[in-house]
C-alpha cells in the first residue's frame, strides 16, 4: 500500500481535503474573508497590494520622515505605513518581489508615474519640454 492509513488513494484524498477545511476555517474564525482565486490571479493582486504597499513603505521610510506639530491624518497615514511596512524583515519585502512575477512590472509602473506626476509639475512651473524630459530622466 502507497498510503499505510488508507484502504484507498481515494480516502487519502478525502483525509487531505478535510485537512485543507480544517486549515482554511482557522482563518474564517479569525475573520479572513477567503477567496478562491487562481495562481496567476493571486500573484497579480498580491504584486497590486502588499508589495506595492511594502514598497512605498520602504521608500518613504528612507526619506527619514519624521512626526511634526501639524501633521495632517494623510501624514499620519503615511508615517504609519513607514512604521508598519519597516517593522517586517527585510526578507519578507524581498520574498514578495523575488516570489511574484508581477513585482518588477510594478515598480516599473512606480517610476513611469512618478515620471509623470513630476513632468506634470514641472511643465506648469513653465519649463520648457527638453528641460521637462531631462529633469524627469534624472528620477
Known amino acids: 500500500q502507497c498510503y499505510p492509513n488508507f484502504n484507498t488513494v481515494g480516502d487519502a ?3 487531505g481535503m478535510d485537512r485543507i ?11 479572513c474573508n477567503m477567496v478562491s482565486m487562481s495562481c ?11 508589495f506595492i504597499t511594502h514598497l512605498m513603505g520602504r521608500i518613504l521610510g528612507a526619506q527619514g520622515l519624521q512626526a511634526t506639530p501639524i501633521d ?8 504609519k505605513l513607514v512604521e508598519t511596512t519597516n517593522a ?3 526578507d519578507l519585502f524581498y520574498g514578495l518581489f523575488k516570489f511574484n512575477s508581477h513585482s518588477m512590472d510594478t515598480i516599473l509602473k512606480l517610476k513611469a508615474s512618478m515620471d509623470d506626476v ?4 514641472l511643465q506648469k512651473e513653465g519649463k520648457n519640454e527638453d528641460v521637462a ?7
Open 13 to 15: 484524498h478525502i483525509e
Open 21 to 31: 477545511e480544517r486549515f482554511l476555517s482557522i482563518w474564517e474564525e479569525e475573520g
Open 40 to 50: 496567476k490571479e493571486h500573484d497579480s493582486f498580491t504584486a497590486n497590494s502588499q
Open 72 to 79: 495632517t491624518k494623510g501624514f499620519q497615514n503615511v508615517l
Open 88 to 90: 517586517d524583515s527585510f
Open 118 to 121: 513630476v513632468g506634470k509639475l
Open 133 to 139: 524630459n531631462a529633469l524627469k530622466s534624472c528620477l
